[in-house]
């Protein structure tokens, strides 16, 4: 039987729901919420799984927000590291799941930036505002929403980062227009996110790893260049960082309103 688009997104909100539980039940079970370096290190550790987790972050930046928000962590990458955050920036982070990217972005922009987290997800979103009132981070804010409609006014943010969810999308022009509205004139993208080979076709996708996995919904290079393209971004760059399977990347995509 066929997918629609409203399976898929059911799937993948079950999917991320059942992680917020998990890494809430993790969590209280391990006491991490006030545990030693030397325990925060080995919880960190056990997170890490194949080709996504929190393995992809600097013990540093770990270390700086509450252990649960990394323990959650299913991204490909560390789009903080690479979209060059200044103080008093204004953030949004898509699909922010637990809150690690929105917690860490908050800390690069500083009390006169901001950072948005946006997530379709209940149980996500509560565990990821649980997390902001541990870090003590005034400067940020989790609202429920798709990345296919984002509840921001137009023109309101400088960088817009995301990891592993754009291709979990099943509208991804709608995102990329989105993404383009949202932000101010000269705004620009910083995101991690799963890619493929140009050469592999959808069916080919799916043999190598389901829609939810992060593997059958992800564009080729191509796809993804021109999909940006067309929404009026310019200076795109899309550079792979790991391989996560058969002609399958984790990359690195970087974008300018013009």
Known sequence: MTETPTDIREEVRKRYA???????????????????????????????????GTWLYQANELSAIPDGAAL??????????????????????????????VLLSARRVGPDGFAY????????????RKHQKEAGADNVEFRKGEIEDIPLEDE?????????????STDKPAVFSEMHRVLKTGGRL???????DDALTGPERLERGSWVGCIA??????????????????????????????????????????
Do not use: Q, W
């Open 217 to 258: 919904g992800a564009l080729g290079f191509s796809e993804y260049e021109n999909g940006l393209r067309s929404a009026g971004f310019v200076n795109i760059s899309i550079e792979s960082t790991h391989t996560v399977g058969d002609g399958m990347h984790s990359a690195i995509i970087k974008a300018v309103k013009a």
């Open 117 to 128: 987290g946006i997530d379709m997800t209940d149980e996500m979103l509560e565990l990821a």
């Open 18 to 52: 059942d992680a917020a539980l998990s890494a809430e039940a993790s969590c209280c079970d391990s006491n991490c919420c006030g545990t030693s370096d030397a325990k925060k290190s080995e919880a960190f550790a056990t997170a890490e799984s194949g080709d996504f």
């Open 156 to 168: 309101t943010v400088d960088v817009v980062i995301s990891n592993c969810v754009i291709n979990l």
């Open 190 to 196: 910083g995101i991690a996110d799963i890619v493929s």
């Open 72 to 101: 959650a962590s299913l991204g490909c990458g560390n789009p903080t590291a690479v979209a060059d955050l200044m103080p008093g920036e204004t953030v949004l982070d898509l699909g922010s799941g637990a809150g690690i990217d």
